[in-house]
């Protein structure tokens, strides 16, 4: 069976996010302050052929462990869909 994995990959919450405080900065010299806390990070789509749900979950978090996601750093989500 076909699957799409929709991953999330984000900094941890702990930590500073350069990117994030540029673009929030930027927003706010753009007139928009009610936007605050910005946070940037990366949407990875992939497909993937496994024989169940269960086993496109365990592809899907095995690759986000080995290399999508930095776990130093950064934190990741996922949702699968046929």
Do not use: W
């Not at 949407?43 to 749900?53: C, G, M």
């Amino acid at each position: 069976m076909k699957y799409t994995a929709h991953i999330n990959v984000m900094p941890l919450k702990e930590l500073l996010d350069p990117q994030g405080k540029a673009v929030n900065s930027s927003l706010h010299n753009l007139g928009l302050t009610n936007l605050q806390d910005v946070r940037i990070g990366k949407h990875i789509t992939l497909s993937i052929e496994a024989p169940t749900k269960e086993e496109a979950e365990n592809m899907t978090r095995e690759a986000c462990k080995k290399l999508l996601a930095n776990p130093v750093m950064e934190a990741f989500d996922f949702t699968l869909s046929e």
